[in-house]
């Protein structure tokens, strides 16, 4: 598989593997980078992997740039930045809009809507091309990733994303259950990972490995600051990410609570009066 350096810019388009295209939607932002990578499958009968945004000059973009007549629209998972465009791309080409079957709680797309289902072991033909879909669920508990066996390129939505930190938000966001995705990961026959988010990445199993240690430091860094008494999920942000904008400080204390909830299930924390956490004795 040839290695591909173009970074992902908004509105453009690049060949990243035989038959493969990226086109980058145009909603850059800090949870976003360069915007969200819609995937254009196929040399004639074309599969979309996460039409994106429902921006008219992105939808005619997609339209545009696959090579035959889109067959399916298949969704990693419900978040608005990947599903925006699906319903009307879905009726401009009547491609049916498929994803996993459950429903989010947290946040999702309200008009987003399923014409049929994927199951999470399916394989999903695109003329000479097959993309079988591996179930990850963690970042949300509906989120596919599908492997395109022929060049072992790994289509991962946000289970795994380029040079940031993949955001684990309950209620929908799971973190004991995304380490459980990282080690199905561990087993996946890949040579790359197109990212929902970001640049390709041509040492998944390295890549892998870093998002394990990074989760794990992390926890150790709750445990020792837990140490000291208990804390809430706030001043657990405030000293880990004391250099985070006001902004996304709701996003840190996020993340962290995630990580609370899974040493809860672990047995090594629990919750106590106002929103604190601390070890048990």
């Known amino acids: 598989?040839?290695?591909?350096?173009?970074?992902?810019?908004?509105?453009?388009?690049?060949?990243?593997?035989?038959?493969?295209?990226?086109?980058?939607?145009?909603?850059?932002?800090?949870?976003?980078?360069?915007?969200?990578?819609?995937?254009?499958?196929?040399?004639?009968?074309?599969?979309?992997?996460?039409?994106?945004?429902?921006?008219?000059?992105?939808l005619a973009a997609i339209e545009a740039h696959a090579p035959g007549p889109i067959r399916d629209i298949l969704i990693t998972h419900k978040h608005p930045d990947h599903t925006g465009g699906a319903v009307e791309l879905g009726a401009r080409t009547g491609a049916p809009v498929r994803a996993e079957a459950m429903p989010l709680t947290g946040v999702f797309d309200p008009d987003f809507q399923v014409d049929a289902t994927i199951a999470r072991d399916e394989v999903i033909r695109c003329g000479e091309m097959?993309?079988?879909?591996?179930?990850?669920?963690?970042?949300?508990?509906?989120?596919l990733c599908f492997l395109l066996r022929e060049q072992g390129l790994l289509f991962a939505g946000d289970a795994v994303m380029a040079d940031v930190t993949v955001v684990i938000i309950p209620p929908?966001?799971?973190?004991?259950?995304?380490?459980?995705?990282?080690?199905?990961?561990?087993?996946?026959?890949?040579?790359?990972?197109?990212?929902?988010h970001g640049r390709v990445l041509h040492a998944p199993a390295a890549e892998i490995e870093a998002i394990i240690v990074h989760r794990r430091q992390r926890e150790a860094q709750v445990l020792t600051l837990l140490a000291d008494g208990a804390a809430s999920a706030g001043e657990l942000a405030a000293r880990i990410y004391p250099q985070v904008p006001a902004d996304l400080r709701?996003?840190?204390?996020?993340?962290?609570?995630?990580?609370?909830?899974?040493?809860?299930?672990?047995?090594?924390?629990?919750?106590?009066?106002?929103?604190?956490?601390?070890?048990y004795a």
């Open 130 to 143: 097959t993309l079988a879909a591996v179930y990850t669920p963690g970042h949300t508990p509906d989120h």
């Open 1 to 58: 598989m040839p290695t591909i350096t173009q970074a992902p810019v908004a509105g453009e388009c690049h060949q990243i593997a035989p038959g493969v295209r990226r086109l980058t939607a145009p909603n850059p932002s800090a949870m976003t980078g360069a915007g969200t990578n819609t995937y254009i499958v196929g040399t004639h009968d074309t599969v979309v992997i996460d039409p994106g945004v429902a921006d008219a000059a992105h």
């Open 172 to 196: 929908d966001g799971d973190m004991r259950t995304y380490f459980d995705t990282l080690d199905t990961l561990r087993d996946v026959p890949m040579q790359a990972i197109a990212p929902g």
């Open 250 to 279: 709701g996003m840190a204390r996020a993340q962290l609570t995630a990580h609370l909830r899974k040493l809860e299930a672990d047995g090594r924390v629990h919750s106590v009066a106002a929103g604190r956490w601390m070890l």
